[in-house]
């Protein structure tokens, strides 16, 4: 039969990639109007394959494997894991590493399939620690890497990446090894039922379907992590990068942290707006997201209705100013971590209310956020074979009526 024909999806999902596998995204719309978190049904997918057909009872005898260069090593189902670490929620924001590759593959076809600006999502995920859990298997010296596997079985094997176990073993890098997202056990698209979640990299780590961590030597040699997460030097094309394995081995092209990044939701592309108003003083409210990489925040997002001669601040709101009343230490969440954390694992919204008298004479408006590393989005397209990591400055055109 068909592939995930038994997984439940949204029929507002919009594919990306025909009928299989599944690939997603609402439209951005439809993911702003939905607020700081994303319902489950409308969060991005990204699926190599089929999705593993698990029931509760698998479910219930699901292992995942720690074992490689530790003294400990041990196998633990998700029971086990809420047993024996500290049960912790975090507010998490993953974007796909090809969130807004349509614009680059308008300029140039990558390899890559168009997503728009909407291979993004927020959800609270509930887990433990990988660093409690990492912890618990003592590694020993040599261990410098974990590499992670998912139970998809893909045509090169099963889907695997890895992380440097400094990384992993810090805690301040919030690594999860979530069962729940938005207080609901995992969806079957989402890696029922455990998954692993890395906040502040690109949504390619996040393994699903979570069965192995093994901690080694050396990176994972999983062909995904070396043919997909990497943006390739300029001059790279397709055909070039496709061939010739040299780019791919490069660890140098490697992928990690997110760059930072917004994009504009209202209006959206072909949103028709009032020309004139009869108020001189009436504005229109410019709405969008932004987000940044490795924990850091957002700390402006500037707009600018004449392609860069002049900008203007927008307003930011950043997670905390959203959760203040969410209580702690809940018996479905476990702890709910949202404020102490002086990193930032969550897009921020922004807004500016533009006067219509000034939006009806640009031909154009465009966004940019910088982060607190003062990492700026480009006005420059960095267009790579890949197609991954376009941050761009955001722009929509206006149309104007005549
Ligand atoms: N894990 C497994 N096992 N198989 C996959 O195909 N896709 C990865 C990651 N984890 C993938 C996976 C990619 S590229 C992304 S962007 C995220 O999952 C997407 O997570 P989501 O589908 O829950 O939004």
Redesign the pocket.
Known sequence: GTPDKWVPRDPRMVRLTGKH?FNAEAKLSDLYSQGFFTSTNL???????AVPEVDIEKAKNWQVEINGLCNNPVSFSVDDLRRTFEVITIPIT?????NRRKEQNVVQKSLGFSWGAA?I?TALFTGVRLADVLNFVHPQKGAKHVVF????D?PNG??G?SQLASWARDRKRGMLLAWA?NGKALEP???FPL??VVPGQ?????????TKIELSSIESQHH?HFH??KVLPMPVGPDQARAETQWWYDPRYIIRDLNVNSAIATPDHDQVLAATSDSEEATFVLQGYAYAGGGRRVCRVEITLDEGTSWSLAEIKYPEDLFREVTHDDPVYGRIDLTEEDTCFCWCFWSYAVKVADLSKASSIAVRAMDESLALQPRDMYWNATGMMNNWWFRVVIHHLD
Not at 94 to 98: F, K, N
Not at 149 to 152: F, I, L, N, P, V
């Open positions: 596998p969060f991005f997918v990204r699926n190599h394959g993953l974007v796909c590493a090809g291979g999502s596997e998912g139970a998809d893909l099963h889907y990446t997202m698209d989402h890696g998954r692993l690109i949504g390619g780590r996040s393994v699903k379907w979570l995904l997909d997460n």
